[in-house]
Nanobody, 117 residues
């Protein structure tokens, strides 16, 4: 069982930055792909960014050039640096861990990001 806990959400003005963090309960990066999703009110969950166990990164089109994912093996954390935030980035952001080659997925409970003036 893997537990994921997101942190770092909050209220920020348009154009501002936030850094989200996802802490895993154990060392999993060598076997799991880590992904960030988000879900805005009334909308479906949207893929934001993912990093495979081998380090390949894929960004969703809406965040390319503004968001950056990184891993810290020593801390078992995956961070999401979000720059130039827009009101449409407002959502609950979720961290997930997918065991490579399987459909086994663990989810965190999410952290709220609100971009508003």
């Amino acid at each position: 069982q893997v537990q994921l806990v997101e942190s770092g959400g909050g209220l920020v003005q348009p154009g501002g930055s936030l850094r989200l963090s996802c802490a895993a309960s154990t060392s999993i990066f060598s076997m799991y792909a880590m992904k960030w999703y988000r879900q805005a009110p009334g909308k479906e969950r949207e893929f934001v960014v993912g990093i495979t166990s081998g380090g390949t990164i894929t960004y969703g089109d809406s965040v390319k050039g503004r968001f950056t994912i990184s891993r810290a093996y020593a801390k078992n954390t995956v961070d999401l640096q979000m720059n130039n935030l827009k009101p449409e980035d407002t959502a609950v952001y979720y961290c997930s861990a997918t065991l490579q080659g399987t459909t086994l997925v663990y989810w965190g409970r999410g952290t709220q990001v609100t971009v508003s003036s």
